[in-house]
């Protein structure tokens, strides 16, 4: 939780029981607030599986950079999601694919932003995400494996946003 107005980033995953449709993902939080999100479906090659995970949390104004966690390799999908308050984010690294539904904004303090990029080496750059105002950004990278190298990784995403406060969510599949 990054310090300020408030703010977090929260990662769940799954693997389905078999290829089609994704139904909804629920869940519950402690904080009764407003809520954004996104879901990102991927197209597998074998099974598809998390190998790291990375974080970072800035407080002021500013950039955040999110480097590649290791391990990391060719072929390898890096996926970064970025919470902010109600301000525009964007990724300048090149190479970096916005995510269909991003970004989400909920109510007047949070925008969730969504980006993958396949990496072409182990030594990938550091991500660069632009955030021009507010007292805080929080960005994470989650590296998968398994994906087809040879077509988009991305099944379908999408997102949507909660602004009524509670302790609960359901995310659109």
């Known amino acids: 939780q990054a310090s300020g107005s408030g ?3 929260d990662v769940c995953y799954g693997y389905p029981g ?41 407080t002021g104004t500013g950039n955040i950079t999110v480097p590649w966690p ?3 390799q060719a072929d390898d999908i890096g996926i970064i999601f970025v919470e902010s308050p109600n301000e525009d984010i964007s990724i300048t690294t090149d190479g970096w694919t916005e995510l269909s539904g ?23 750059p550091t991500a660069t995400v632009n955030h021009s105002a507010g007292d ?3 960005g994470c990278m989650i590296v998968v ?5 040879d077509a988009s990784p991305i099944n379908v995403s999408g997102g949507s946003t909660k602004t009524s406060a ?8």
């Not at 954004?36 to 998390?50: D, H, N, R, V």
């Open 7 to 9: 703010g977090g980033v």
């Open 18 to 58: 078999e290829a089609g449709a994704v139904g909804a993902t629920t869940g519950t939080m402690s904080a009764n607030t407003s809520k954004a999100f996104i879901t990102a479906s991927l197209l597998p090659l074998l099974q598809p599986y998390i190998v790291a995970v990375t974080e970072v949390i800035s």
């Open 70 to 72: 290791d391990p990391h």
């Open 102 to 124: 991003s970004p989400q904004t909920a109510g007047t303090a949070t925008r969730l932003g969504g980006w993958w990029d396949r990496a072409t080496s182990s030594a990938q």
């Open 136 to 138: 805080h950004a929080m």
């Open 145 to 149: 494996r398994g994906c087809d190298p």
């Open 166 to 173: 509670s302790t609960s969510v359901s995310a659109t599949g």
